[in-house]
């Protein structure tokens, strides 16, 4: 298996899944500052030219979330996807989504200043991503279970991305919540893999 990484970006996402998997697997980096993604080799693995893209024999994932989807399905006994007869896929499902789907399309509005009318946004609106999210958090230690999934995977990583860079206003739930999925062993083993390879690329 290869994961197609830059360090600092969305990569993240898969370079930490791939931890908690503990699946063994080769890392390629692709240097986006020189526009290696848009070579036709790279963009017969991803049309779109961006990273992560993950390879598994013949089978070519792209799209954070769905490799998150994939890597846990590949994994099951691993607890980080909840099974399909399991009633709280649904929330599974909904939760491993949101971030691409919600979180960073309510980023996008915040930092443009656009003004949009909530009932035809997908996401809503800010306020609403947001509120929503607290509004779960506040009651339970996981998005989808009792256990963590790679639906807090996605969450705590949009969350966090957004309070870092000053998007998101922190709010002690989502602090909370954040500090308790980023603690976990593999999210600091692949901070330490992606800080090195920060450190390389100079
Ligand atoms: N929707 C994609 C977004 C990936 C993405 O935006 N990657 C950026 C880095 S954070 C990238 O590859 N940029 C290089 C480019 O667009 O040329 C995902 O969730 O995987």
């Given at each position: 298996m290869e994961l197609f990484w830059a360090p600092r970006t969305r990569s993240f996402y898969a370079l930490w899944a791939l931890e908690e998997t503990g699946l063994p697997h080769e890392k390629v980096l692709i240097d986006i500052w020189s526009g290696q993604q848009d070579g036709a080799d790279y963009r017969a693995i991803n049309p779109m030219g961006k990273v992560p893209a993950l390879r598994d024999g013949e089978v070519a994932v792209t799209e954070a979330p769905a490799i998150c989807a994939y890597l846990a399905d590949k994994v099951p006994?691993?607890?980080l996807a909840l099974p399909?007869?399991?009633?709280?896929r649904g929330a599974y499902y909904r939760w491993l989504f949101f971030a691409a789907s919600c979180i960073e399309a309510a980023y996008f509005e915040k930092m443009s200043g656009l003004e949009i009318d909530a009932r035809r946004?997908?996401?809503?609106s800010f306020e609403k991503v947001f509120t929503t999210l607290a509004r779960e958090l506040e009651s339970r230690?996981?998005?989808?279970?009792?256990r963590f999934t790679m639906a807090d995977l996605m969450i705590a990583g949009g969350l966090k991305y957004g309070m870092m860079l000053g998007i998101l206003e922190p709010r002690p739930v989502f602090e909370a919540y954040v500090a308790r999925c980023t603690k976990r062993p593999a999210y600091r083993r692949a901070e330490e893999i992606d800080a090195a390879a920060l450190a390389e690329q100079g």
């Open positions: 006994e691993s607890g399909l007869e399991d009633a709280r946004a997908g996401w809503g230690e996981w998005i989808a279970a009792e």
